[in-house]
């Protein structure tokens, strides 16, 4: 069975703090893939990264940083100098052969607040 | 850029009516999703489709039903709303070519039952 959890229900910042967002995994396949997604107040979600399960270089994007640890089954976000655009609902998921790929197990989300 | 749209974007109705939300994409991806996200956040998969006359239920059991005629259309029907359906129900779609299965998502249909 495969399951992702984030335990942060709501992690209120002030702006230009930095933020980390903690996603945390299970599957027994040896691969699969791991994304995030934002959904703003406005309501779509939309699609941040997609790693590997065999690529486990951390990557940088702007303000945006992953870190992708199997050893601890773990794909943590971070947001730094958050901004209140930065404020939404953020979805960490999995995608694997258990599902034949066809399907994504979503964590139950994290909303961000960021206050000026 | 994703091209995936959903109709009606707001939709209060009373109970009983039959409501049927609809749910195009341009980009002639085979897999079609629809979610139900409830207010606390979570997103529930309830129906998806591999291709044209393809569906399947997903985890979530709903009173819903759904078709697949077009590539490009996934209604989503509602025959007896009830209020236990208010949610907000997501639209998404992904290329069956992509091993990954990378969902592109439309702006979603918030639905409240009175």
């Known amino acids: 069975a495969q399951k992702v959890t984030q335990a942060q229900t709501e992690i209120s910042v002030v702006e230009k703090e930095d933020v980390t967002l903690d996603c945390v995994y299970e599957?027994?396949?040896?691969?699969?893939?791991l994304f995030w997604y934002k959904q703003p107040p406005s309501g779509e979600l939309v699609f941040l990264i997609r790693?590997?399960?065999?690529?486990?270089q951390n990557e940088i994007s702007g303000r945006y940083s992953w870190n992708f640890q199997k050893s601890t089954s773990s794909f943590n976000f971070t947001i730094t100098a958050s901004q209140v655009v930065d404020s939404a609902v953020y979805f960490c998921?999995?995608?694997?052969?258990?599902?034949?790929?066809?399907?994504?197990?979503f964590g139950k989300g994290t909303m961000l607040l960021v206050s000026p | 850029e994703a091209d995936i749209y959903q109709t009606p974007r707001y939709l209060v109705i009373g109970t009983g009516k039959k409501i049927t939300l609809e749910c195009s994409q341009t980009?002639?991806?085979?897999?079609m999703y629809w979610y139900q996200q409830d207010p606390g956040m979570e997103l529930h998969l309830i129906h998806y489709?591999?291709?044209?006359?393809?569906?399947e239920k997903g985890d979530l059991s709903s009173e819903s039903t759904v078709s697949r005629i077009r590539t490009e259309h996934f209604p989503l029907t509602l025959e007896s709303a009830r209020p236990s359906h208010t949610s907000q129900y997501l639209c998404?779609?992904?290329?069956?070519?992509?091993?990954?299965?990378?969902?592109?998502f439309g702006p979603g249909t918030r639905l409240t039952v009175l």
């Open positions: 998404a779609s992904s290329e069956s070519r992509e091993f990954y299965n990378e969902q592109f």
């Open positions: 599957t027994r396949d040896t691969t699969y893939y």
């Open positions: 790693r590997n399960s065999f690529d486990e």
């Open positions: 998921a999995l995608s694997a052969p258990n599902s034949g790929y066809s399907t994504l197990t």
């Open positions: 980009m002639g991806h085979d897999k």
């Open positions: 489709s591999y291709g044209v006359n393809s569906t």
